[in-house]
């Protein structure tokens, strides 16, 4: 498979008439926007707001963030399975907006919330202080389950991701990328000399809104699966966890998973990229039993002299990375494994719940429980009550002066375990 990405840069966004994009400002009808977020009957209130680099501004609650991308030439449309028509993705052209995010806030009973600050300590911490962000607070009709409002939430961000790229697609781009993965065999003959390396993509599954879908099926229902890597850039993994805010893979970091973009990268240099390997992380003894001997027998039968292993939260999901690690290493294939750790709060604790001799090679993404001072904020945007019980809080987090001290565990973003930020490591 093939596919161009053409970038648009986005410097700025603000609210007014025609949704559009003049020079590398994009203007959005806010009007249209709850319109359409409204088509669903499950969302009673709609406020729409923008969050730029540099201000004193607090999101919280946040749900979900998705970059805009449109098909504009090729098969498929983005999303598919979710607002797009079922059908493959991954070849073609497809045009992005960069530098700019749709953000969906809303709070949800039982579920702890994530933060985005704008500037200040926490915006160190997270990639979307960088982003100019369209905001989406919704409040959900009376008596509506918690289920069903993430669902309409997830839609909403998806459908609004969607009409912006469509509204946006004549704009010119300052970039274009070509990417490009052959089918297995044949790419393992284009480059015979240089290792065959593979990308082991765990995906969240444990449901209740612990979730991923894939072409619109949650990841919990699949066994480990070959994909190019150019379909997990069109939409076709979909975050749909509502729970971790520091190392939940929102849609914005599928799209722009860095693993795939670095392997991308090396490939034809130091490596031959041949292709990615989805599962799924479970709750049960047996289903951890069987992804994991799916996804090592995936390896092998594909030939890989190596594969890098992504997870996503922490836990119960060590386990599924461990099993992984294990069987495929047991194959004679070289693992690397990239996690986060939650080690305490001064980082004297283990670092994982599970572990093996063979987990010899890891990339660690921080400490998600090293503890952070956020300041009072001029604006903050989302559910106000919420602010004492964000993720990472414990008591006595929010001071009298309304600043709040918190484990970094509770900023969207802080410790991805694709390695999507700043955070890391090194053996001294």
Do not use: W
Not at 37 to 65: H, L, Y
Not at 284 to 297: M, P, V, Y
Not at 321 to 331: G, Q, R, T, V
């Amino acid at each position: 498979m093939k596919l161009t990405l053409e970038k648009v840069k986005v410097d700025d966004l603000v609210l007014g008439g025609n949704t559009m994009i003049s020079g590398t400002t994009l203007t959005v009808n806010r009007d249209e926007i709850i319109e359409k977020i409204k088509e669903d009957g499950r969302i009673a209130k709609v406020n729409i707001d923008t969050a730029k680099p540099g201000e004193s501004v607090r999101v919280i609650s946040v749900r979900e963030v998705i970059e805009p991308r449109v098909k504009v030439d090729g098969t498929g449309e983005m999303f598919p399975g979710m607002i797009g028509k079922i059908g493959s993705v991954g070849e073609g052209v497809t045009k992005v907006f960069k530098g700019v995010t749709v953000v969906t806030t809303g709070k949800i009973d039982g579920v702890k919330e994530g933060i985005i600050d704008m500037s200040g300590p926490g915006a160190e911490y997270t990639p979307f202080s960088c982003t100019n962000n369209l905001v989406l607070d919704c409040e959900p009709i009376s008596g509506l389950d918690s289920h069903q409002y993430d669902e309409a939430l997830r839609l909403a961000s998806l459908k609004i991701a969607q009409y912006i790229g469509e509204k946006c697609q004549e704009a010119t781009a300052q970039e274009k990328v070509v990417y490009e993965t052959l089918p297995v065999e044949q790419q393992k003959q284009k480059y015979p000399e240089l290792p065959k390396v593979g990308y082991v993509y765990m995906l969240q599954s444990q449901g209740l809104q612990h979730d991923t879908y894939v072409y619109g099926v949650n990841a919990k229902e699949i066994l480990p699966t070959y994909i190019y890597p150019t379909e997990v850039m069109d939409g076709a993994i979909v975050n749909g966890n509502s729970i971790i805010a520091c190392d939940n893979n929102t849609t914005y970091h599928h799209l722009n998973n860095p693993i795939i973009e670095d392997l991308f990268e090396c490939h034809g240099k130091e490596i031959n990229f041949c292709g990615v390997i989805i599962t799924n992380q479970n709750v049960t003894l047996a289903g951890k039993e069987r992804s994991s001997n799916h996804t090592a027998k995936l390896a092998e039968q594909f030939g890989f002299d190596g594969v890098i292993i992504s997870k996503e939260e922490y836990g119960n999901t060590d386990t599924d990375l461990i099993m992984n690690c294990k069987k495929i290493e047991e194959k004679g294939i070289k693992t690397v494994l990239v996690t986060d750790e939650y080690a305490g709060r001064d980082g004297s604790s283990q670092s994982l719940a599970d572990a093996d001799p063979q987990a010899n090679a890891v990339v660690t993404t921080g400490n998600a429980n090293e503890t952070i001072m956020l300041p009072l904020m001029d604006k903050v945007i989302g559910e106000t009550d919420s602010t004492d019980r964000v993720a990472g809080d414990f008591e006595s987090s929010l001071k009298q002066d309304q600043s709040i001290e918190v484990e970094i565990h509770a900023i969207i973003g802080a410790t991805n375990e694709l390695g999507f930020n700043k955070m890391g490591a090194t053996e001294s």
